[in-house]
């Protein structure tokens, strides 16, 4: 449709107002600085309090842990999250349900390892993630494979349409866990993909670089990740996202890859990616390819802001806002243990 | 209400450790200085007084804690008329350990509170289900009785009476899950437990009639009671797990009828034990919280001074010694001696061997503006405020604003009735308001009334005035004194005009018909008159442009005492004679003509009255040989004064920053002796205990020429200024007519009100 920006505000101008004011609200260097010269949680607490956390760690009874900033923090954005969502007119409120529906994955999958551990699964619950949650949740340790998975508890909700590929009658074991993870998340990242592109107005233009950086990443950490494995190079291509800047030719590569030095020469050819795999300059500090690919996410995510009228700063709220409880909750992890040389490891949002 | 805001000075406190506490305290009472941040480097969770600060964080989570719990027991927290002071440090500990003890008391007795209420749902859970299944077991067992299909699938009773059926001897074991589930969730369970177990199960249900409160969140909602009938332990764990999935309340099934009802009967002398128990558990809590509702709101208030304390303490520096605070405030000259006082009273209470003292030191910078206001200037105040403070020293236009305020509106309000209404409204609140007070309404509509109960007072008074020169009550005119227009002497002379037509035109020129002005405001004879509008117009038109450029006038003028009190010769040169020139030779010529329309031209040559608007249009296009002058020579003064408005524009825009531009390169060499002046006198104030702090002559001079001098910047501000100044002038003029505007629109408006609401009667009354 052209012209949507015109009608853009009618059904949507509120809730982006609302997201760019929310996103004033993030942390700046200085609140890092700050949090980074605190000697105890309590102080942390206590600088917390003048930012937009308010009150935020204060109103609970309990004593200061990290785990409890984690999960308050965590708490926080489901709030806000549920406030989008529930004042959200389609197709906004499709878009804001395709952000839940990653942690939906995660929360299947981090569920199936829990039941094959044996582990109770009240036990479980409190560590899925609430962005993710629904109903038939505490059902997914019954199957026994994914078909079984697919058929009797998942066909229900909105995975539904992303097991296409990833129904076997193979017996559920962590390494198949993984593998259905991947290959749910390809189809979510696709389909998210091609949903986005469909979008009218800016949305597209912000939110496929986005996505398609986030298939790539994923392509990358696949391959890494599978070196000492026994999963061959065909398996692991048909886990490869089909919708990044690495598809076709890039992917093709990765499969034949076999060790770090390979994924380095076939990232070399993509100059968003060549920094990441670069070994680090000699005195700067080490920083894992994982860190890197956030900092570059989190860069692709504030150009969201750039633009109006259009989804992609609802996306990227929510992915600079959990970043931030990352950095809080590393932040407070090195003060609870002392390790203050590694203080400042975190990936700072606003400069 | 001052002409200027108060002298401040800024002045070191030498606070004594050990009676730091009191003298902030006692100061706080006071609210006579405002302090300066010593450390603004440190971080807030790096100062000295962090641990106190969590301290009180800490009891006023506890209080909003308790609050809370009074608030849901529905307790009301008596107010006290004056609030406490802060409490003495000694005395912290103890508030703070009695707000422990209520905490962990209230805590425990809510938790055990909560637990019962837990408890007594789940007993009354039970026993809906337990009646519920009992209809369920018994409908099925009829139906097994009319068909076959029930054959493999028997029931607890059959099973139990025969004691041995088909599916024991394949081995497999008929289990029984029953409980309750939220209403919502049914479908989907139901659909899920198919799925799952592929049909080896029967699922019966049935609604609870009552809605029962959910266990863990205390909502409210309809439930459902469920019956699963299963075989094998295989299924069986799994609807286990889906019934833990749903949330499900699960509940043992009993095995027969006897233990039906046995359950029931223990179940229901259980229901009544805990309710006994639960009543008195309420009525414990209550008295607790009762008890502790009496202070509360002495706590709060305490707490927050004690946390306020702190945080201004945190604001102090401690000198090399450490045995000192000392804190930089701005005080108000006049009220040393009572921050002197408020230091030796705080020393005494704190029991210091060495008092506080306060050393007034000499400072260049901007002194905060303070303006003393009372009830009922802080209205006004407030409403300069809304467009920016003044600075230091600066003439306040506060104290004129409760004269322009209230005037202005009134000339555009101007009814005497409904003026009336309005004082009246406005006498009540003001009459009342120490009860208004009191009742601290959080209604935002009604406190911004009541705040600005003054203003509304005073517009109320002035409408009635303005409504008294109108000649206006609710739209109808007040014949006082008699009119001053008489048609008699028209009837007398026989006139023919006064047979030949139906309306009447009161021709002034006529002796006897009109005898005299009325002695004060608008005679009410215009209200009968048809072209009533027309002459009210041409009146309210003039008046406000008059009004307007006497206030616009005003203003300018105002600002010659802020030039001279800031030494700024130069700036009433430069700035106030052109604005006032510019002004006054465009609006102010506007005005005299205004009257001299009035005062030159009389009822019998009003024929050849001209128009002042062609006049004043002319006078900018410097034309109109070809209509007659007002007055002999109009031409070559209106030239002048255009040409004088002209000029003084670009003194405006130019004269100050090049005057200041000639200050900084060859000015030099004047102000060199005044520097070694200013220089000697300080080190004179040095000698003296208390110096004497004064403005310097020429201090704004000084200021301006011995700071980095910067032309564009200096000649930006001015050109802004300027082109504001005489857009302002002339937009502002207009803007002025508003008042006329509004007036006509309000007479309006109730006038054809009136008309409407008295046709409406009258074709009411003739109706009945």
Redesign the interface.
Known sequence: RPFCELSFNVDHGYLEGLVRGMKAGILTQADYH?LA??DTL??MK??LQ?TDYGKLL??S?EDLSVSLVDSKLRENLVTEFSCLRSNALPPLSTFLDYITYGYMIDNVVMLITGALKQRD??ELLPRCHPLGGF?????V??ARTPTELY???L??TPLAPFFQDAVSDSNLDEMEAEILRNKLYKAYLESFHSFCKKMSGATGDIMCPVLEFEADRRAFIITVNSFGTDLSGADRSSLYPACGKLYPDGLRLLALAEDHEQVKAVASCYTDYKAIFEDPEPGSEFKSFEDRFFEQEVKLNILAFLQQFHFGVFYSYIKLKEQESRNIVWIAECVTQRQKSKIHNYIPIIQ | MVFRSEEMCLAQLFLQSGSEYDCISELGELGLVEFRDLNPSV????RRF?SEI?RC?EME?IL??LLREIQKANIAVPEEDESPLAPPPRQVLEIMEQLQRLEMELSEVAKNKEKLRRNLLELTEYTHMLKITRTFIHSRSRHEALGPQYEEFPTMETDSVSGCTGMQRLGAKLGFVSGLIQRV?VE?FE??LW??CKGYTILSYAEVDENLADLDTGEISKSVVFLISFWGDQIGQ?VQ??C???HCHLYPHPENDEERADVLDSLRTRIQDLNNVLHRTEEYLRQVLQKASESAYTWVVQVKKMKAIYHILNLCSFDVTNKCLIAEVWCPVSDLANLRGALEEGSRKGDATVPSFVNRIPSNDTPPTLLRTNKFTSGFQSIVEAYGVGDYREVSPAPYTIITFPFLFAVMFGDLGHGMVISLFALWMVLTEKKQNKKRSSNEIWTTFFNGRYIILMMGLFSVYTGLVYNDCFSKSLNIFGSGWSVKAMFTNQNKTLQTNALLTLDPNFSGVFSGPYPFGIDPIWNMAVNRLSFLNSYKMKMSVVIGVVHMSFGVVLSVFNHLHFRQKFNVFLLFLPELLFLLCLFGYLVFMIFYKWLAFGARDSSQAPSILIHFINMFVMQGKDITPLYPGQMGLQIFLVIIAMLSVPVLLLGKPLYLYWLYRGGKGLRRRRGYERVRRVSEDDNSTAPSYEDDEEEGVDEVTNREFDFADVLLHQSIHTIEYCLGCISNTASYLRLWALSLAHARKFSTNNQFTLSFLCSNATLC
Do not use: P, T, W
């Open positions: 700050n010269q605190c309590e102080d206590l600088h003048s204060s109103s009874e699964v009240a109903d038939q949740m505490a059902a340790g019954i058929s009797a508890i066909v229900d | 971080s807030s969770f790096q962090v969590k964080e989570r909003g804690y969730k989907a659909r899920m799925r799952v799994k797990k889906i833990d999935c749903y």
